[in-house]
């Protein structure tokens, strides 16, 4: 399987950031990984304009529906029109902020599916739920509500994000870490059999240049969703070429 360094902007960035997926253009014709690119919907055409053969570009949420009366939201065909070719779904800060259930997040992914797109499904414990010691309880809960039955496993990436990684500089130890990759890999296997070998598992949540070497060697990790490091080019080719040599 091919590995995938994922970029999400989340609400950053105007016209004047489209430099950084430039640099990136300039210094990736081709790559021995993947490259995602999830800009703000606002500039997600002319990211894929810019991108080039060797980024792909996503967006960060999409809506069920192929249209209709849904005021401020973007159908998954409008994503592809413009040039995407995955979305982010279930990110913890849409589960937040939008109330979104796994439900929601499953009736998405089938939507994302049908559309063609690559469906990335964030899941993630908060910090509450690991003190409790239900990390893996929670794991498993939002995997199975979250991918609808009968998936190639090839179609769809999984990212897990631990809640409280996110943005804050903290990272899980290198056991948590593999300890919720390899279930999550049984899970998908079980319900999904062998094609679930080839699902590509993100881990996501403070990943810098810096730390993304020891990452990428543990067990199951096949890449990585990215927040804040992948804002600027320079930071996150780091985040690239560690991916490249793992
Ligand atoms: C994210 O938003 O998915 C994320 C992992 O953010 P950060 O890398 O900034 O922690």
Same mark, same amino acid.
């Given at each position: ?16 950031? +489209? ?7 300039a210094r990736y014709d ?36 192929? #249209? ?5 939201d973007i159908a998954p ?11 982010? +779904?279930?990110?913890? %800060? ?18 994302? +599916? ?12 908060? %910090? ?40 804050t500089g903290r990272v ?5 870490? %593999? %300890? ?38 543990? #067990? ?23 991916? /490249?040599? /793992?």
């Open positions: 399987m091919r590995k995938l360094a994922a970029g999400n902007w989340k609400m950053n960035g105007t016209a004047a950031a +489209l430099a950084e997926i430039a640099a990136l253009n081709s790559a021995p990984v993947d490259i995602l690119i999830c800009p703000p919907a606002t500039l997600l055409s002319r990211a894929s304009d810019t991108a080039g053969p060797a980024i792909a570009t996503g967006g960060q949420d999409c809506h069920a529906a192929h #249209s209709g009366a849904h005021t401020g065909d409008m994503l592809k029109d413009a040039g995407a070719s995955y979305v982010i +779904l279930g990110h913890s %800060e849409r589960r937040t902020d939008h109330g979104e259930t796994d439900a929601t997040v499953r009736v998405k992914t089938v939507s994302a +599916l049908n559309t063609g797109l690559t469906p990335v499904v964030c899941v993630g414990e908060t %910090e509450a739920e690991r003190d409790a010691g239900q990390t893996l309880d929670v794991i498993r809960s939002q995997l199975a509500g979250s991918l609808p039955d009968g998936l190639d496993g090839a179609q769809i990436v999984v990212a897990y994000e631990p809640v409280w990684a996110i943005g899980p130890t290198h056991d948590q870490i %593999e %300890e919720v990759h390899n279930l999550m890999r049984a899970e998908l296997v079980a319900r999904f059999g062998d094609s679930a070998a080839e699902t590509r598992l993100l881990y996501g949540g403070s990943v810098k240049p810096g730390n993304a070497a020891e990452i990428f060697a543990l #067990s199951n990790v096949d890449g990585a969703l990215v927040g804040g490091a992948s804002l600027k080019a320079d930071d996150f080719a780091g985040i690239i070429d560690a991916l /490249a040599q /793992a």
